[in-house]
Nanobody
């Protein structure tokens, strides 16, 4: 069982920055890939970015490319999401998740955090 705990959300003005953190309780084969998703009110939960622990490969949804950066600290079992140039459309609850494979399908994301609210005021 992998427990994920997010932090770092908050209220920020458009154009500002926030850094989200996600600490994993353990690292196992089932958490080989870590990712961030977000869910805006009334919308589905969407993929944002992912990182593979072993090779450090990263992948982003087009909407955040060039603005968000996902990174990991192996020693701390922690994944970060640096969000710059934030827009009102980025407002959502952000969830950390873990999957056993790279480029996992939606149903392969096995573990989820409780979510952290990010609100961008325009």
């Amino acid at each position: 069982q992998v427990q994920l705990v997010e932090s770092g959300g908050g209220l920020v003005q458009a154009g500002g920055s926030l850094r989200l953190s996600c600490v994993a309780s353990v690292r196992t084969f089932s958490s080989a890939t870590m990712g961030w998703f977000r869910q805006a009110p009334g919308k589905e939960r969407d993929f944002v970015a992912s990182i593979n622990w072993s090779g450090g490969s990263t992948y982003y949804t087009d909407a955040v490319k060039g603005r968000f950066t996902i990174s990991g600290d192996n020693a701390k079992n922690t994944v970060y999401l640096q969000m710059n140039s934030l827009k009102a459309d980025d407002t959502a609850v952000y969830y950390c998740a873990a999957a056993p494979t790279w480029l996992a399908s939606r149903d392969q994301w096995m573990y989820w955090g409780q979510g952290t609210q990010v609100t961008v005021s325009s």
